[in-house]
């Protein structure tokens, strides 16, 4: 199977789909380049795969939602959402899941950078430093503005589930 240089995949937890009022789970990256950024600011819990030989999406969105918030995702089937471009030029593969975890409670792994820049010294920050459920309307102003496609692709499915 081939696919594009750099891909990303990533799982939409929603929770209350069958009420008038659906959330979804966002998660804010940690570390100093988003810290005090809210708006446009949050993500799905994704991550890219790590090179040619990782091609199974669902296998790499499983492994990118435990590693950014510690905790199992719920039981059931995940739903591929139909995958689009972001700007940065990855393509997301979005799978969809009802389900509920304790945003509260999220604890991500740690990536190291050199921090501040240029100055040799190394500092260790959280991948995420938060997670939130946000209604749908509210997620479109929360999201990475190349994510925001994201939330009218959830309703689609969620409309013909």
Do not use: Y
């Not at 990533?10 to 570390?31: M, N, Q, S």
């Not at 795969?49 to 790499?60: F, K, Q, S, T």
């Not at 950014?68 to 139909?82: D, I, S």
């Not at 503005?145 to 692709?153: A, E, F, N, P, T």
């Amino acid at each position: 199977m081939s696919r594009p240089a750099r891909v990303s995949a990533g799982i939409a937890l929603v929770r209350g789909r069958r009420t008038d009022r659906p959330e979804l789970l966002l998660v804010h990256p940690g570390g100093p380049f988003w810290a005090g950024k809210d708006e446009h600011g949050w993500s799905i819990p994704k991550g890219e795969l790590d090179g040619p030989d990782d091609l199974d999406l669902e296998a790499a969105a499983r492994r990118e939602f435990a590693e950014e918030t510690g905790q199992a995702l719920p039981a059931g089937p995940l739903t591929p959402l139909p995958s689009f471009g972001l700007g940065s030029g990855k393509r997301l593969h979005a799978f969809w899941l009802e389900g509920e975890i304790d945003a509260d409670r999220v604890v991500s792994n740690e990536f190291e950078l050199e921090w501040p820049p240029r100055s040799g010294r190394l500092q260790r920050f959280p991948e995420v430093d938060r997670a939130a459920w946000f209604g749908l309307d509210h997620a479109r102003t929360q999201l990475h503005k190349g994510q925001v496609k994201l939330v009218d692709l959830l309703l689609t499915a969620l409309r013909d589930s």
